[in-house]
């Protein structure tokens, strides 16, 4: 019953939002006038927020938003929140913020840069913003706006009310005329008005609206819709081979937790755009039309890791990552295993789905993988609990050193798949931790990096599962693979030779990049290891660069044909700026070695070790 009135008031006030009509109307006890409900009932009434979001494809640089909020304390704060990996800062484009009350005058301020700090004489207020949109959009998850379509809403759009992150709302959508929506928000009998229950549902919920291409299937009763943004019409792929194949992986990961932690779940596929980001009941995806008609298959592991993200990250979550958050994005000593086990399924899903994957065997994605983690020196000398702090801050945490929590975490979670199966005799797989982790820590509950070992030693019941962690998690020693590979029967063989380019001739050291930090107009240089010819010559991680061979540096570009254009022996000077003082850097170009990674079998396994071999390799 109390659902029932819910609906019905909801009902009410969104009609009254959008009367036009000048007199004043009185519904279930609320007064419409000016634009504004009033209560004429003496008890008092709950918070109420409503959200109104404007498009139109007559000026795509930007919408409107609008705020309506009733029963609200006469001080509140606004606040556009921060994401844990993606910080787009997009406080920076709110313009034209207002406030409108019935009576009296209201008063704000911004406290910090994301914060808005607002006073009222009553309890109704109106307020108002323009998201002005950023010129340059390439990111899956960033919001536009075309003439057919374009992704809006969530924290890109939406300020909450601080203090009131578990109030639901609603959000209706003004948008053209004949445009879909799709989005995990809870729908309606208006087919543009959506509930939240909350304000993190509400900013968790990006919306794919426009001429959309729509699909849908079910998997566990559960459904799915897959939608598709495109300027044009006809599509240029194979619409069945898609939807069929992303079925698969859902199939795949369903089975690998036993559960899905949502009611229904959308994958937003962008034309002409790349990237993607996971959310709690939906993903953000770049397809473009051409990799889909000519290389289908590799948008496969994007879909697969993001989607397991769906439990490991967004349900399994770091206890470090508040619900919502505005100031500055918060770090967890526990992300390798939040995104290596995402990389680590994000292949194993594929070949378990009979997909495509870019190497042939498990071996050979294994060899790969292990020579890039000798490549990159940092992988073997920096902790992954450290490297996770440093993943998503701005580079300079590791110093010379470049190192992926992606990478050490797939190796690790590779590495205690082979301690499982052993300790537990083929019994138990990490499908097993996984579906452990989701049991105990997913949904409210977050895990720290003491935990995961906890449930590993649960899972083997043996002392060698704390020094794994000890060694490899906490103090950064590299990876004894023979130690866990010989479990199964396999050995490593490590070699280094001289790196090739791709005409298999010697290639020039260019293990370096640069960053710009947001907004600042200069560049940064980041050293990836701490034995190259830059480093030597005196370069470090967080110069500012400002010419080369004495020609000012203008832009990204620049600096990346230099590289491109290196030979072995070449000379070249860098102008830098440390701490206000400028020098002028010769840099020798020399070459570097490469490692190399061979994985063979062991003579002669027994017939325990061969079945544990067989039942990883063909991942079961």
């Given amino acids: 019953m109390k659902k029932l009135l819910f609906v019905i008031l909801f009902a009410a006030l969104c009609l009254?939002?959008?009367?036009?009509?000048?007199?004043?109307?009185?519904?279930?006890?609320?007064?419409?006038?000016?634009?504004?409900?009033?209560?004429?009932?003496?008890?008092?009434?709950?918070?109420?927020?409503?959200?109104?979001?404007?498009?139109?494809?007559?000026?795509?640089?930007?919408?409107?938003?609008?705020i309506h909020l009733r029963h609200v304390?006469?001080?509140?704060?606004?606040?556009?929140?921060?994401?844990?990996?993606?910080?787009?800062?997009?406080?920076?484009?709110?313009?034209?913020?207002?406030?409108?009350?019935?009576?009296?005058?209201?008063?704000?301020?911004?406290?910090?840069?994301?914060?808005?700090?607002?006073?009222?004489?009553?309890?109704?207020?109106?307020?108002?913003?323009?998201?002005?949109?950023?010129?340059?959009?390439?990111f899956a998850h960033r919001p536009f706006l075309a003439p057919y379509g374009g992704l809006v809403g969530d924290m890109h759009s939406f300020m909450y009310l601080v203090g009131q992150m578990h109030t639901s709302c609603?959000?209706?959508?003004?948008?053209?005329?004949?445009?879909?929506?799709?989005?995990?928000?809870?729908?309606?009998?208006?087919?543009?008005?959506?509930?939240?229950?909350?304000?993190?549902?509400?900013?968790?919920?990006?919306?794919?609206?426009?001429h959309l291409h729509k699909w849908s299937f079910t998997v566990n009763k559960v459904p799915h819709t897959i939608a598709y943004l495109s300027a044009n019409t006809a599509l240029g792929f194979d619409t069945t081979v898609l939807v069929g194949n992303i079925k698969k992986i859902v199939l795949q990961t369903v089975h690998l937790f036993g559960a899905v932690p949502y009611k229904n779940y959308f994958f937003l596929l962008e034309d002409g755009?790349?990237?993607?980001?996971?959310?709690?009941?939906?993903?953000?995806?770049?397809?473009?039309?051409?990799l889909l008609s000519h290389h289908m298959?590799?948008?496969?592991?994007?879909?697969?890791?993001?989607?397991?993200?769906?439990?490991?990250?967004?349900?399994?979550?770091?206890?470090?990552?508040?619900?919502?958050?505005?100031?500055?994005?918060?770090q967890s000593a526990g992300l390798w295993f939040s995104e290596g086990m995402a990389m680590f399924y994000a292949d194993l899903l594929l070949r378990r789905a009979g997909l495509p994957v870019e190497e042939n065997t498990r071996i050979a994605h294994l060899e790969n993988l292990i020579r890039r983690y000798y490549a990159d020196t940092g992988n073997t000398v920096i902790p992954p609990r450290k490297v996770s702090l440093a993943s998503n801050a701005a580079p300079g945490m590791l110093g010379d050193y470049s190192a992926s929590v992606h990478l050490q975490g797939e190796l690790l979670g590779t590495m205690l798949d082979l301690l499982i199966r052993n300790t537990t005799n083929g019994q138990h797989s990490i499908d097993y931790l996984m579906r452990l982790m989701f049991k105990r820590f997913g949904g409210t509950r977050g895990f720290y990096a003491k935990d995961i070992e906890q449930v590993v030693k649960d899972v083997c019941g043996d002392n060698k599962v704390h020094t794994f962690f000890e060694n490899y998690v906490y103090e950064g020693k590299p990876l004894d693979f023979n130690?866990?590979?010989?479990?199964?029967?396999?050995?490593?063989?490590?070699?280094?030779?001289?790196?090739?380019?791709?005409?298999?001739?010697?290639?020039?050291?260019?293990?370096?990049?640069?960053?710009?930090?947001?907004?600042?107009?200069?560049?940064h240089l980041v050293m990836t290891n701490p034995n190259s010819s830059w480093v030597k010559a005196g370069l470090h991680t967080g110069d500012i660069i400002t010419a080369i061979n004495t020609q000012p540096l203008k832009n990204r570009q620049d600096f990346y044909a230099m590289l491109k254009a290196l030979q072995l022996k070449d000379t070249i000077i860098v102008q830098i700026n440390r701490n206000g003082n400028v020098a002028r850097v010769p840099v020798v170009i020399t070459g570097y070695d490469a490692p190399i990674a061979q994985i063979t079998k062991i003579n002669n396994p027994n017939d325990r070790v061969q079945r544990l071999y067989e039942e990883w390799l063909w991942g079961k």
Avoid at 113 to 119: G, K, Q, V, Y
Avoid at 173 to 202: V, Y
């Fill in 16 to 66: 009254l939002y959008n009367c036009t009509n000048s007199m004043a109307i009185t519904i279930n006890g609320f007064v419409h006038s000016r634009g504004f409900l009033q209560s004429n009932k003496p008890a008092i009434s709950p918070l109420f927020i409503h959200y109104v979001l404007k498009a139109d494809i007559t000026d795509c640089s930007g919408y409107d938003i609008e």
């Fill in 73 to 138: 304390p006469h001080h509140f704060q606004l606040a556009m929140a921060t994401h844990h990996e993606y910080d787009d800062r997009f406080w920076r484009f709110v313009q034209k913020f207002r406030i409108e009350i019935p009576d009296g005058k209201a008063s704000y301020t911004k406290k910090d840069s994301a914060l808005w700090d607002i006073s009222i004489p009553g309890n109704t207020a109106n307020l108002y913003y323009r998201i002005q949109l950023p010129k340059q959009q390439q």
């Fill in 170 to 210: 609603s959000v209706t959508f003004h948008l053209p005329r004949r445009w879909e929506i799709a989005t995990g928000l809870q729908k309606t009998a208006d087919d543009k008005t959506f509930i939240a229950a909350s304000a993190k549902t509400l900013l968790d919920c990006p919306v794919l609206a426009g």
């Fill in 273 to 290: 755009v790349y990237g993607a980001l996971e959310h709690g009941n939906s993903v953000t995806i770049g397809a473009p039309d051409t």
């Fill in 297 to 330: 298959q590799d948008i496969y592991s994007e879909i697969a890791h993001e989607f397991s993200h769906t439990w490991n990250l967004m349900s399994i979550k770091p206890a470090e990552y508040t619900e919502l958050n505005y100031g500055p994005q918060e």
């Fill in 483 to 523: 130690l866990y590979l010989q479990l199964i029967g396999l050995q490593l063989h490590l070699s280094w030779q001289p790196a090739l380019n791709d005409k298999r001739q010697l290639a020039p050291d260019t293990r370096l990049y640069i960053w710009q930090p947001q907004g600042e107009t200069a560049y």
